[in-house]
């Protein structure tokens, strides 16, 4: 079965980059039947979908206008991975960061979640 | 941006009880519409997917209906692990906006 296992630091200075990895058991990166995505949560934003990557022929990237200035969603095909760079961070970038895999936009599988915070 | 909501944002139930919890998108959205179920430190779980079709593994009891902007989630007869907090999601396009919850708990 697909197994996501994410990697990163939980806390993070402001003004900095928030850096995630989500490696990928099951599947591969470059299926041309699924999208990677970037999902946080926190008490004020709720779930917020931040973006994907995903292959057809080449990569291609969506990503929610609110982060589009700061967000970098890259696909490591030589380690079957995807990672998520925030640039420019503030407190309000403090939240559980999820890696999830679609299929027809619906994510039928999560990673473990990662606490970020955004602190001095 | 269509929005979603979700109503109500909280409910008491027995064990063995009927939940019904409602998703309204702003715009139609014909069904692509997703269910998942979140307990307290864990990632959410996929339930529901194009509004009615039961995920792999998932209980019977869970089912889905709607279509356009009003949505419904039902548990029939509520098990102990049922108590968690449910989300809807739009499945149309980009951004894939989730509602903000209903928290289920005991009564």
């Known amino acids: 079965q697909v197994q996501l296992q994410q990697s990163g630091p939980g806390l993070v200075k402001p003004s900095q980059t928030l850096s995630l990895t989500c490696a990928i058991s099951?599947?591969?990166?470059?299926?041309?039947?699924?999208?990677w995505n970037w999902i946080r949560q926190s008490p004020s934003r709720g779930l917020e979908w931040l973006g994907r990557t995903y292959y057809r022929s080449k990569w291609y990237n969506d990503y929610a206008v609110s982060v589009k200035s700061r967000i970098t969603i890259n696909p490591d095909t030589s380690k079957n991975q995807f990672s998520l760079q925030l640039n420019s961070v503030t407190p309000e970038d403090t939240a559980v960061y999820y890696c999830?895999?679609?299929?027809?936009?619906?994510?039928?599988?999560w990673g473990q979640g990662t606490l970020v915070t955004v602190s001095s | 941006d269509i929005q979603m909501t979700q109503s109500p944002s909280s409910v008491s139930a027995s064990i063995g009880d009927r939940v019904t919890i409602t998703c309204r998108a702003s715009q139609g959205i014909s069904s692509w519409l997703a269910w998942y179920q979140q307990k307290p430190g864990k990632a959410p779980k996929l339930l529901i997917y194009?509004?009615?079709s039961l995920h792999s593994g998932v209980p019977s009891r869970f089912s889905g209906s709607g279509s356009g902007t009003d949505f419904t989630l039902t548990i029939n007869s509520l098990q102990p692990e049922d108590f968690a907090t449910y989300y809807c999601?739009?499945?149309?396009?980009?951004?894939?906006?989730f509602g903000p919850g209903t928290k289920v708990d005991f009564k």
């Open positions: 194009a509004a009615s």
């Open positions: 999601q739009r499945a149309d396009s980009f951004p894939f906006t």
């Open positions: 099951g599947d591969s990166v470059s299926t041309n039947n699924a999208a």
């Open positions: 999830a895999r679609d299929r027809r936009a619906t994510f039928d599988n």
